[in-house]
């Protein structure tokens, strides 16, 4: 379900980011039991208010999630790991866009991610990698 990448364990993560991405783990891991359009919908009313989240902010909010978590680390993480760093960012203000989708080369897995400002955060793989299926991105009234 995810890139080798996922599994290295970020270090210098700052306590108080550390200490967030534990508040915001477990509603992540409740949310990913939910069904797709459940979570695009919780997902949405969650983004409102919020500005886009710059690549930077959105890279450190997935490394904290990474470096509270061995779920998120783990191989099938990408889903909790994707939650919890956008409801991380949203701590901040900020909304990146959450993505869930599958890898357009073989094996044609399944994948969440989050993107700011175009791109993939932390995926170490090019644009295109991934197809998305569903998204949710910063709300458009806020730009």
């Known amino acids: 379900m995810t890139t080798p990448s996922a599994l290295e364990r970020p270090t210098g993560v700052p306590l108080r980011r550390r200490l967030a991405a534990r508040l915001v783990l477990l509603p992540a891991v409740a949310l990913a039991l939910l069904p797709p359009r459940r979570i695009r919908a919780v997902l949405r009313v969650l983004s409102r208010g919020a500005t886009p989240a710059t690549a930077e902010h959105a890279r450190g909010a997935r490394d904290a999630m990474c470096a509270v978590s061995l779920r998120c680390t783990g191989p099938r993480g990408c889903l909790p790991r994707s939650l919890g760093a956008a409801l ?23 994948h969440a991610w989050i993107e700011a400002e175009g791109h993939p955060v932390g995926e170490g793989v090019p644009d295109g990698y991934f197809a998305r299926l569903v998204a949710v991105p910063p709300p458009a009234g806020d730009r």
């Open 88 to 110: 991380l960012c949203r701590l901040g203000g900020a909304w990146p866009t959450w993505c869930a989708g599958v890898r357009v080369v073989p094996p044609f897995t399944a």
